[in-house]
């Protein structure tokens, strides 16, 4: 100890008797309704992403819906355009010959022309189909089924007389031509000469109602067949006509093609849809899958041929006889689906976009939050006090995020200075005690004290730099106070070389005396094993006493407003102190003396090693206290020559005689009296 009585600063009084609770009477704040709380990477992600996938998404599907009704719309009047391409063109083709037999029939009707004048006849057909290239053959047949024809052949216009009777293969057009009135159609016909099947409208004609005859008009499907093929190289649409499911009329793969249908009775004289080369258009009706029409008069087929799929589109078109032809165009799935792949690579782009968005979004959300959550976990271990452990919060990209790292490293610096002059222990049992009896008021507890003091302390700082002394005070300090913070005690405060520590405050202890008895041999432990390293090293062993005692003090916050402490006062403090002091003439040349009184003795419950050292009289108060020493094994006979015998001992202060109280040990001077003590 120092040697000047302000070694020890005095103890603030006891609080007055109206500011002291009983122990465990704090009114507890009730609790309160647990509020959900989110994770902010949560928050964060679900707001960022959330906001993300709904402004791009709603972008997107508006993109794509009027994309989609505008692409949909386009393949609509594509196909729409393209059927009706393909039936103008068609009727083009078959028009013409509607015209010739209107045109040669008005010549006869108005007598321009002699129904029976052959030579005139053939002059005046020759010259109409001379300049109607799209039709084949014209004829004009008379009532008695005779008359002239006059047709292409081999690049030529060849002239014939007809005779029709006696045939037995007429045309029911040609036998109904009396009792009609308008041009009609026949169903398709082999006409041997030419090998090949044709198309016939029959005009009937009439002069002052007066029946004279048919005029008959004939179009080559193998030129409605070289039309296609003309429509494929310039457009680049795979049109044909059909004239049932099972017939093909016209085709670009039937150019160039000769078929003998003389003794076909089984249908038309038309090839089958098998005989052309074209086989997705032979497996159209027998495996062809329907789909959704673009339009209702549309109807649409999939077909799936040689690993490569098709889109048939087809309509029916009316007006060149009984049966209804069929028109088609088939595309390849690849040609037909461009404009719904382009839709779909742009929805495909979109959702790319979208994904990029919310993943940036959440990548964000994420860099943010981990930030935050680096800054949550770090108050968290602020609220531990925890300074060491905490690492440096590192810089950010956003201003604010940064400013508070800035903010938070430089105050964990402070703290980490702050922490050597606080109890960490201590103000953490305060921080738990004030949320769960929701104040820190001072209140009257049983508590254990321990005072402890390294015996010619002064003569050793005399040889010591001033380095050296606090290094030396500072290893001292760290060895005590681990031991007694391993069971749960509190430091107080450091008093020059002595050391002032309790247990049972600021949080209830009901086994204080074991804890401190406890603390008190981990001490004993560790000083000497402390002073064999220390000889080791060649330096003098430090000898050390411990003084004990528990009992009823006032624990609460006491100082002035300026400066505050939490501490303990009373009565049983300065009988700790006082024991401590009394050690002092019972060490003899032991490296540690434990002395503790009765009370916390018997509290104790054999925790700890005692021996019984009798009846004592301490400085500055009446009676006797009962004491017992901390003794190893090896340290009883020792303790056994100190035990002094008394008259009548008691286990705790008495009412003896006073007796002389012990004379200091040599080189140290009596120790102040502390306040808060007795003062007798």
Known sequence: MSDTPSARPQIAPPLPAKAVKPAGKAAAKPAGRRRLRLPIAAVLVAGFGSLMLAAVASVLVLGLVSASTNTFALLNDKADLALAGVEVRVRHQLDPAREM????????????????????????????????????????????????????????????????????????????????????WADPRWLKEAQNSFVTLYQPVRRDGRYLGQVAVGVSLGDLSRFLSVLYVEQGLNAFVLYDQNHVLAHPALVGRSFDF?????????????????????????????????????EARAVQVLGSDYIFLTRKMSGYGQQDWIIGIGYRDGELNVEVRRLYITGAVGLAILLVSVGVALLVGRRISRQVARLAEAADRVRAFEFRAISDLPDSRLREMARAATAFNAMVAGLRWFETYVPKALVLRLMRQRETEGGLDSVQREVTVMFTDIRGFSRMAEHMAAADTAALLNEHFTLLAACIEAEGGTVDKFIGDSLMAFWGAPEAQEDHAVRGLRA????????????????????????????????????????SDSRINYTIVGDTVNVAARIEELSAALQGESEVIVLTSGVTAAKGKDAVPLVRQGGRSLRGRTGMTELWRLVLEEEKKDAAKAAMPVSAPSPAVGTAPPSAAPPPVAGETAKPVLAGKDTA
Not at 524 to 532: Q, S
């Open 262 to 298: 003389s003794g076909k009775l089984d249908g038309p004289p038309l090839p089958r849809t098998d005989q052309v080369d074209d086989p997705a258009l032979a497996a159209l009706w027998s495996s062809g899958v329907p789909v959704q029409s673009l339009k209702k008069r549309v």
């Open 520 to 559: 008190a041999l981990a001490i004993h432990h560790a000083i000497r094993a402390d002073n064999r390293r220390r000889v080791a090293e060649g330096r003098a062993p430090i000898h050390v006493r411990v003084g004990l005692h528990s009992g009823p003090v006032v624990v609460g916050n006491i100082g």
């Open 101 to 184: 037999a209107r045109f040669v029939a008005g010549l006869i009707e108005r007598g321009d022309l002699r129904a029976g004048d052959n030579t005139a006849m053939i002059d005046t057909l020759r010259g109409a189909l001379a300049g109607a290239p799209d039709v084949t053959g014209l004829a004009f047949i008379r009532p008695d089924l005779t008359g002239v024809r006059v047709g292409r052949l081999n690049g030529g216009l060849v002239a014939d007389p007809i005779d029709l009777q006696g045939d037995s293969d007429i045309p029911p057009e040609i036998l109904d031509g009396p009792n009609r009135s308008a041009a009609t």
